[in-house]
Nanobody, 115 residues
Framework: VQLVESGGGLVQPGGSLRLSCAAS????????MSWYRQAPGKERELVAG????????NYGDSVKGRFTISRDNTKNTVYLQMNSLQPEDTAVYYC?????????WGQGTQVTVSS
């Protein structure tokens, strides 16, 4: 199982970024996928999840209405569109898949929101 995140970077408050997570080593279309984030000094938190049939679920309260999770099962990729970014969104963003009760994580991509 391999998950590779990309798309992070430095953005000004109010800006947007689109993160991608390319998956391999398992049958992507069968599994629920999720995005998490971890800010410095804080615990890792769930941002959003999406079912194998592309139904978004589990948006965190702090991102509802601003972030959108989606996936493309033909490309084995899950996305996180982030709009109206704020400094408190600064974190390392990770994608995750759980297979047979084991969680697999990518290496993460840094998102920094600052003027």
């Amino acid at each position: 199982v391999q998950l590779v995140e990309s798309g992070g970077g430095l953005v000004q408050p109010g800006g947007s970024l689109r993160l991608s997570c390319a998956a391999s080593g398992f049958t992507f279309s069968r599994y629920f996928m999720s995005w998490y984030r971890q800010a410095p000094g804080k615990e890792r938190e769930l941002v959003a999840g999406i079912t194998n049939l592309s139904v978004p679920t589990n948006y965190g309260d702090s991102v509802k209405g601003r972030f959108t999770i989606s996936r493309d099962n033909t490309k084995n990729t899950v996305y996180l569109q982030m709009n109206s970014l704020q400094p408190e969104d600064t974190a390392v963003y990770y994608c995750k898949v759980a297979i047979m009760s084991r969680g697999y994580w990518g290496q993460g991509t840094q998102v920094t929101v600052s003027s």
